[in-house]
């Protein structure tokens, strides 16, 4: 899979938005990018994914590039709930047949 | 989305026990199961995959013989870190994905467990 590029580090105030960048310029056609997220003390959890076309979900909006080479994850309105480290990961095909990679993510802070 | 189980959720044992943790996927079948390990203000690290029925196919540096896997069920994996030390000392997280064709994509999504917290001694 192909390698992602993310800021160590984000810090936001509660109820603010939150726009969590990924750079993957290595991305491929078939690559859909993914984002999961990682509370303190559990397990990973997934956020949202996508191919091309920006995404909406309710926890979470992604906007892709047109170059596909970057995308932003956008919390609409942090709350403290959100703190977490989020991780963005490539995987060819949509869910893909290789376990999921992990790089080192981005820790957000969230401030009341 | 699937929920998948691990048991324990922390354990603390003495150096050169054994323990076992249990990974289960509640509500789908899981054909496959990871198990990755994370240590503090680290990301998290494959060690294995195990398909059920099947051995367990491990990550390079990750010692088999001391990380025993049983994936003997369709809804149940079992690490063992045998002869743990305080290396050993981890968070344990297990996932679990399903493979079954036309029952919506969420079946071929990767779940994760909650983690089991390993502090040895």
């Known amino acids: 899979d192909a390698k992602t590029t993310q800021p160590n580090s984000m810090e ?23 984002w999961y997220r990682q509370l303190p003390s559990q397990g990973p959890e997934y956020v949202i994914h996508g191919l091309t076309s920006n995404v909406n979900n309710r926890m979470a909006s992604l906007a892709i590039a047109e170059d596909r080479k970057s995308s932003t994850l956008i919390l609409h309105r942090a709350t403290l709930r959100d703190a977490a480290v989020y991780y963005c990961i490539l995987r060819a095909g949509r869910w893909g047949n290789t376990p999921l990679v992990f790089g080192k993510g981005t820790r957000l802070s969230v401030i009341a | 989305g699937a929920v998948v189980s691990q048991h324990p959720s922390w354990v603390i044992c003495k150096s050169g026990t054994s323990v076992k943790i249990e990974c289960r996927s509640l509500d789908f079948q899981a054909t496959t199961m990871f198990w990755y390990r994370q240590f503090p203000k680290q990301s998290l690290m494959l060690m294995a995959t195990s398909n059920e029925g099947s051995k367990a196919t491990y990550e390079q540096g990750v010692e088999k013989d001391k990380f025993l896997i049983n994936h003997a069920s369709l809804t149940l994996s079992t ?43």
Do not use: K, M
């Not at chain 1, 936001?12 to 990018?33: A, K, Q």
């Not at chain 2, 679990?96 to 001694?121: C, D, H, I, K, M």
């Open chain 2, 79 to 121: 690490l063992t870190v045998t002869s743990a030390h305080p290396e050993d000392s981890s968070f344990y997280i297990c996932s679990a994905r399903g493979g079954e064709e036309g029952r919506g994509s969420s079946y071929n999504e990767q779940f994760f467990g909650p983690g089991t917290r390993l502090t040895v001694l």
């Open chain 1, 12 to 34: 936001s105030n509660e109820e603010e938005p939150v726009h969590l960048p990924c750079n993957h310029s290595t991305i491929s056609g078939t690559d859909y990018i993914h």
